[in-house]
């Protein structure tokens, strides 16, 4: 039985997320049980009024289901206030299914999928929402990478269009991709035997307007923490960022693919599922578009190994709620430890 169920059948925390598919048809069946489901997670202890602070049971509006009202003051709440389906005529459950697929999907979802996929009539509502829904990946407030781990640094080339099977660079687009590098040692506890992991940790990209050091070192300074460890490669464009105050330690690869994936392992990773991503799901990025792709990569990725969190976040619930740190997350993944796969995150991504 998956672990959602149980936990739906253990306790009223409401910290639950649909993991599988068979959780998600189970906890969202029709319209009614996404907005329990809003209900409870906006108000856990039970509907209590913002105007009066009166808490109970409300008055249940049949004609519009999505409303409650107090019985003390009769003043009226909705139930997706705060979130991103606010005042949308669309159906909550299409919605719901909408961030469900996102969450869960590798490697995610385009409009004319969704479209098809939920047979929503019009093509601008499946945008609107995945536009939406995408604009929750992104965190204002994120916090720097390298605090406490040594961050792999380089530019690469995204986009562009295919000429007789060539990519010329003059198309495409300069991408600085930040990484940490986590490295973890356990012991297994069946054979007590020592494993070293070394692991992609967060990760930053950006579309820049072109690859000079005054670009490069405004990202370096939005992006990662002073005085961290910065690899990279002996590029001009990373020249200055010792005297920015990072540990900077540049190693000479000259395009050397070989030495690339050596010294930059994680970089190399991440690049690589990033092209495999955009090729695979957009059949390649215009400029125009690239950071927003890029947001939703960085939301995959920063959250790979928690993916149920990502639901809710979607679904703009996150604020109303708080809950794992990343830390918290990633130490579990690194540590071979189950996952509490119903938990709420606040992860930083
Ligand atoms: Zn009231």
Known sequence: MPAVS????????????????LDFQ????????????????????????????????????????????????????????????????????????????????????SALELQKRLGITRYETAFQILHKLRATMVRPDRDKIGTEWPVELDIVFVGGKHKSGTQGKTDQTPVIIAVEIRRREYRNPKTNKLIRRTLAGRARLQALPNKTAAVTNDFVKNCIASGAVIVSDDGKEFASLRALGYDHRPVPMRGNREKMDSYLPMISKVTANLKTWIDGTFHGVGKFHLQTYLNEFMFRFNRRFFRPVSFQLLLGLGVLRTGLTYREVYDGVVRGENLPKTQHCTATG
Request: proline share 6%; net charge positive; glycine share 4%.
């Open 26 to 109: 189970r906890m969202f069946p029709d319209e009614m049980s996404c907005l329990r489901y809003l209900e409870r997670v906006r108000w856990p202890n039970g509907f209590s009024c913002k105007k009066c602070a009166s808490i109970g049971e409300p008055f249940r509006l049949s004609t519009h289901p999505r409303k409650l009202k107090c019985r003390s003051c009769h003043h009226v709440e909705s139930v997706t206030a705060d979130t991103v389906m606010h005042r949308s005529k669309t159906n909550i459950h299409i919605w719901f299914w909408a961030a469900y697929l996102i969450a869960a999907q590798t490697p995610g979802v």
């Open 6 to 21: 149980q936990q739906n059948q253990a306790s009223n925390s409401l910290s639950e997320s649909p993991v599988t598919l």
